[in-house]
């Protein structure tokens, strides 16, 4: 089942996300946070600081496991994700960071690191909420386009239109590390509920083919229409393409 709720711009979507958090951490003090990382969720992450700051929310409890880190890429490196977590998170709320997990990004064997990540997942209990975005290609996580949806945690070699979204964090492409960890598909399907954020015109068609197109690994986030639980968080540009075929 897929609840839409229809945001007017990037920052209603943002807002509404974090008091969607918000609902399921009070419902659920101990909760286990799945988390993402990119442009997508960085303004949830500060309306929940902003909450946590008047009092609203209390991270003292919870758990969080981060869907992908890059490979090569270790917690000081100021384009890993787990230094994009301090940054826009961890460093400023009451979380126990002893509980805040994310693949490891230094570790060179991929067997072992996906092993080791796949033990913590199994460790906290699985995922109870999982924030997505999507990228320009639908992928999820880092869950590429491919012949297969990839159950587990795995090495994934990024695609030359990832790579190229996320240059823009780096001095150049060429700095982009072609490798990172990420959690699988069945990994996301397995978490209890799923809140998808998507914002901008150039997420507009991934949306629609992860929505209204068939469920295909080519579209890693069409799998979403299996879960019995997601809710989508879309601003108007997301929606732009869905709106044009008169689906809206």
């Given at each position: 089942?897929?609840?839409?709720?229809?945001?007017?711009?990037?920052?209603?979507?943002s807002?509404?996300?974090?008091?969607?958090?918000?609902?399921?951490?009070?419902?659920?003090?101990?909760?286990?946070?799945?988390?993402?990382?990119?442009?997508?969720?960085?303004?949830?992450?500060?309306?929940?600081?902003?909450?946590?700051?008047?009092?609203?929310?209390?991270?003292?409890?919870?758990?969080?496991?981060?869907?992908?880190?890059?490979?090569?890429l270790?917690?000081d490196?100021?384009?890993?994700?787990?230094?994009?977590?301090?940054?826009?998170?961890?460093?400023?709320?009451?979380?126990?960071?002893?509980?805040?997990?994310?693949?490891?990004?230094?570790?060179?064997?991929?067997?072992?690191?996906?092993?080791?990540?796949?033990?913590?997942?199994?460790?906290?209990?699985?995922?109870?909420?999982?924030?997505?975005?999507i990228?320009?290609?639908?992928?999820?996580?880092?869950?590429?386009?491919?012949?297969?949806?990839?159950?587990?945690?795995?090495?994934?070699?990024?695609?030359?239109?990832?790579?190229?979204?996320?240059?823009?964090?780096?001095?150049?492409?060429?700095?982009?590390?072609?490798?990172?960890?990420?959690?699988?598909?069945?990994?996301?399907?397995?978490?209890?509920?799923?809140?998808?954020?998507?914002?901008?015109?150039?997420?507009?068609?991934?949306?629609?083919?992860?929505?209204?197109?068939?469920?295909t690994?080519?579209?890693?986030?069409?799998?979403?229409?299996?879960?019995?639980?997601?809710?989508?968080?879309?601003?108007?540009?997301?929606?732009?393409v869905?709106?044009e075929?008169?689906?809206?």
């Open positions: 089942m897929m609840k839409f709720v229809y945001c007017k711009n990037y920052d209603e979507m807002k509404r996300v974090a008091e969607d958090l918000i609902g399921e951490i009070q419902a659920n003090p101990e909760i286990v946070l799945g988390l993402a990382t990119g442009s997508t969720p960085e303004g949830t992450y500060q309306y929940l600081v902003n909450a946590y700051n008047e009092g609203k929310v209390d991270f003292s409890k919870v758990t969080s496991v981060n869907l992908d880190e890059y490979k090569g270790g917690p490196d100021d384009q890993g994700y787990r230094y994009f977590m301090n940054k826009h998170l961890f460093d400023h709320v009451n979380i126990n960071k002893d509980r805040t997990f994310v693949p490891n990004g230094l570790e060179e064997d991929s067997e072992k690191a996906c092993a080791e990540y796949e033990e913590i997942i199994k460790n906290v209990g699985g995922v109870d909420v999982q924030i997505l975005g990228g320009g290609n639908g992928h999820i996580g880092f869950n590429e386009p491919g012949d297969v949806f990839i159950r587990k945690t795995h090495c994934v070699d990024l695609t030359q239109s990832t790579l190229e979204a996320n240059a823009r964090f780096f001095d150049s492409i060429d700095d982009v590390p072609k490798q990172a960890y990420s959690m699988g598909v069945g990994n996301i399907m397995a978490t209890k509920k799923v809140i998808l954020a998507v914002s901008g015109k150039n997420k507009a068609q991934a949306l629609y083919d992860t929505l209204y197109g068939e469920v690994p080519k579209v890693q986030a069409s799998i979403l229409q299996f879960h019995n639980n997601v809710v989508l968080y879309a601003d108007e540009d997301a929606l732009s869905i709106k075929k008169g689906l809206l």
